[in-house]
Every structure is written in structure tokens, then in C-alpha cells.
């Protein structure tokens, strides 16, 4: 049987049955997103051609200023694939994953984002096909995309429930399949989180390989634009900032932010974060440093089965 057995106090005692074991609670030290990473890595050298990213030099490996955390970062580039990159953060009391592959921008396709934050008993966790374009007002880029796909949320949902009210600027980011989920630690979420994972790689990989470039030139600007709005928004408000300013300092953390996590936000376009988002202007002509001015929203997971937006209907 799997039941791994861990010198910990935590599971020791319930690890008799395989069950039990799977629901108990495993010391973060013990899980590695790592395996998702190689996942995709493999997936992705079964469908194309991967070459390493210039990023990759200078992006590397780092050690946090106290020692004790280890910073880990993979940079590729594909046929129509302008980066897939990954950061892993790993100590024993922290694992942590960002790892998203951006299409190039001749391409429509959504973008893809996984994120999870594991620290103590819980995990922080977004999964998503990021869409390119509005999915709440145009429906033809929703069924384009996420109609084929609406089965992979509906099955997610029920075994990642919705995490509750977010940031409500960042709903515009996120899909109809998006797996916004807050759960603890224990072997079966790290499970079905993989498979999660698995599923929607496999899921964009797809995309990508159906996609058709754009060549109308106007349709090309909109699809470029929207990635750079997109790179401008996470570079600017993504909630890993706080944590990575701690572990390496304030420049370090900006660079990789700038140049590694969301590369392109300096070259895609000459728009800067406040031409998109005007209410984080401040009178001083600075960015507002809330990370929300709407505030947080959608208790309830506000897109039903069909990937109709419905809100925050379901209020309680
Ligand atoms: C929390 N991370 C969150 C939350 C979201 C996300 C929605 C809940 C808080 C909120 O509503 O803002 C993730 N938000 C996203 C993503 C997008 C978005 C993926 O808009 C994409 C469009 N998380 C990381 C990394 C770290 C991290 C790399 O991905 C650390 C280095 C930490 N995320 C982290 C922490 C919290 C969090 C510590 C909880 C504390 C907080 O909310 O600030």
C-alpha cells in the first residue's frame, strides 16, 4: 500500500490504516511540487521541441537571506510557447509553486497558471487556463476556449472547493474552470491537486497545439495587449510579492518579479500598470500599494456549470 511513513508525530499515529493515513494531515517538509514541474516538462517534450530560455543563466537557484529557504527557477521556450517558467520555493515549514507558460503573442490561447502556497496545514491554491480576453462578456471567446473544457471544472469543483471571497480584481483573470481552493495538507488534496494539474496541463497543451496564429494585424495588437495587460497586473499585485521581498530583500525580489516571473512586462507593450488600471492612481501620480480597490468578493464560486458567469448571486 502507499502509505508513506513519515518520522512524524502528525501521521505516526493513524498510518495503520491506508485510508485514515491518506486524510491525515503530512508535514509540508514532506511534499514537493517538483513532480509537477517534471510533469509538465515531460508533457510538453512529448508534443514539441523545448529549448532553454536565455532566462535560465541568470535564473537560477538562490538561498534565501536567512539560510533557510531554497529558491529554485526553470526557464523554457517552445514553438509557440514565449516562456514557460516555474519557481519553486522549498524550506521545511514552506513549499511553494508558480509556474505558468505564456503563449506567443500571435496567439489567442489562455494562458497557463499554477499556483499553490503550502505553509503549516494549508495549501493556497489558484489552477487556472488564465483567459486572454474578457469570458464574462464575450462569449465567443469563452466557448472557444473553455465550452469543451466546462467538465474539467465541474469535476474540480466538487473536489476543490470554491476558497472563498478574493481579491475581486483578479476574477477578471481567471476562467470558468478556474480552481481557487484553500485546503489542508493532507496526501489526498496533494493528490488530487496533482491530478488537477495534470489534467489541465494536458488541457492547454491542447490548445496550443490547435491554435492558429493570428494574422489580421489589428486582431495580433489585441492578443499582444492583453498579455502585457495581464504580465503588468501580476507583476504588480500578485500575492507572492510580500513573501519573496522577505526571503531575498526588495531588489532581488523585483528583478525576479520583473525580468523572471512575469518577463515581457518591459517589452510587450509601452503601457505601464496605471493605463490599465486607472483607479490604483494615487494624486501623487503612484501606484496605490492596496492590492485591491473593490475589495474582496465572490464568497461563491460565481460561474455555474455551463461557465455562465453568475456573480455573487449566490450569496448567502
Ligand atoms: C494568497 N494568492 C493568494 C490569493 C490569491 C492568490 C487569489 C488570495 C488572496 C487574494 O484574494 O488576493 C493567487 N491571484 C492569485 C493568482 C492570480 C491572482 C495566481 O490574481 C493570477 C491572476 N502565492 C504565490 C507565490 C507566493 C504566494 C509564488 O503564488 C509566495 C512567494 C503566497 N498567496 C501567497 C500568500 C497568500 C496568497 C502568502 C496569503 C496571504 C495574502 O493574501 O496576502
Redesign the pocket.
Known amino acids: 500500500s502507499f502509505c508513506l511513513s513519515f518520522n512524524s508525530p502528525l501521521v505516526s499515529s493513524s498510518c495503520s490504516s491506508k485510508n485514515k493515513c491518506r486524510t491525515a494531515f503530512i508535514p509540508v517538509s514532506a511534499i514537493s511540487y517538483r513532480k509537477f514541474v517534471q510533469f509538465a516538462l515531460d508533457e510538453t517534450k512529448l508534443h514539441t521541441h523545448l529549448f532553454p530560455s536565455p532566462l535560465q543563466e541568470k535564473y537560477n537557484s538562490m538561498i534565501s537571506m536567512d539560510k533557510k529557504v531554497k529558491l529554485e527557477m526553470l526557464s523554457f521556450q517552445a514553438p509557440k510557447i514565449r516562456l514557460l517558467r516555474s519557481?519553486n520555493?522549498e524550506s521545511e515549514t514552506m513549499q511553494?509553486?508558480?509556474f505558468a507558460a505564456f503563449p506567443e503573442t500571435e496567439f489567442d490561447v489562455p494562458i497557463f497558471?499554477a499556483?499553490?502556497?503550502t505553509?503549516a496545514s494549508s495549501s493556497?491554491v489558484?489552477l487556472?487556463l488564465?483567459p486572454l480576453h474578457d469570458v464574462i462578456n464575450q462569449r465567443d471567446y469563452r466557448e472557444k476556449y473553455y465550452k469543451s473544457l466546462m467538465h474539467l471544472g465541474t469535476k474540480y469543483a466538487e473536489l476543490l472547493p470554491w476558497?472563498g471571497?478574493?481579491?475581486s480584481?483578479?476574477l477578471k483573470?481567471?476562467s470558468p474552470i478556474v480552481i481557487?481552493t484553500k485546503s489542508s495538507s493532507t496526501e489526498s488534496t496533494y493528490d488530487v491537486l496533482f491530478s488537477a494539474f495534470v489534467d489541465y496541463y494536458k488541457a492547454w497543451l491542447e490548445l496550443v497545439h490547435n491554435a492558429a496564429e493570428e494574422t489580421i494585424p489589428s486582431r495580433l495588437m489585441v492578443n499582444r495587449e492583453a498579455q502585457h495587460r495581464?504580465l503588468s497586473?501580476?507583476a504588480e499585485?500578485?500575492?507572492?510579492?510580500?513573501?519573496?521581498k522577505k526571503?531575498i530583500g526588495e531588489t532581488l525580489a523585483k528583478d525576479l518579479v520583473r525580468n523572471f516571473l512575469f518577463n515581457g512586462v518591459d517589452e510587450l507593450g509601452s503601457k505601464r500598470f496605471l493605463d490599465y488600471f486607472p483607479e490604483y492612481y494615487c494624486e501623487d501620480g503612484t501606484v496605490n500599494t492596496k492590492?485591491?480597490m473593490a475589495g474582496?468578493s465572490y464568497e461563491h464560486r460565481p460561474w455555474d456549470k455551463r461557465g455562465e458567469f453568475i456573480g455573487d448571486l449566490t450569496k448567502s
Open positions: 519557481l520555493i511553494v509553486l508558480d497558471c499556483n499553490i502556497f505553509a493556497i489558484v487556472d488564465n476558497g471571497k478574493l481579491t480584481e483578479s483573470f481567471f481557487w495581464y497586473w501580476r499585485k500578485d500575492p507572492g510579492h510580500g513573501l519573496l526571503l492590492r485591491s474582496k
